[in-house]
């Protein structure tokens, strides 16, 4: 399987109807094991960081097995605004 920010950010952004996704491969060499993403979407709404980030591990269920490091940050679109107006 072949690992790339830009399919990670592709299969977020549609499978979690994410109003904004960034993906930053972190690893070293940029050999596609290590990844930094950040999630801003309206199903989030309501759920505890943990339930928002099995979202996220489910949406990459194939994914997760190949990559070493997974860093992952989990807004709704409303703290995301707040975030942006600091």
Do not use: Y
């Amino acid at each position: 399987m072949e690992l790339s920010a830009d399919s990670l950010r592709e299969k977020l952004q549609r499978d979690l109807e994410a109003e904004h996704v960034e993906v930053e491969d972190t690893t070293p060499n940029r050999c596609a094991t290590s990844f930094r993403v950040l999630v801003v979407s309206s199903k989030f709404e309501g759920k505890p960081l943990l339930q928002r980030h099995r979202l996220v591990n489910e949406c990459l269920t194939e994914e997760l097995p190949h990559i070493h490091a997974f860093e992952q940050k989990t807004l709704t679109p409303g703290q995301w605004a707040r975030e942006h107006q600091k």
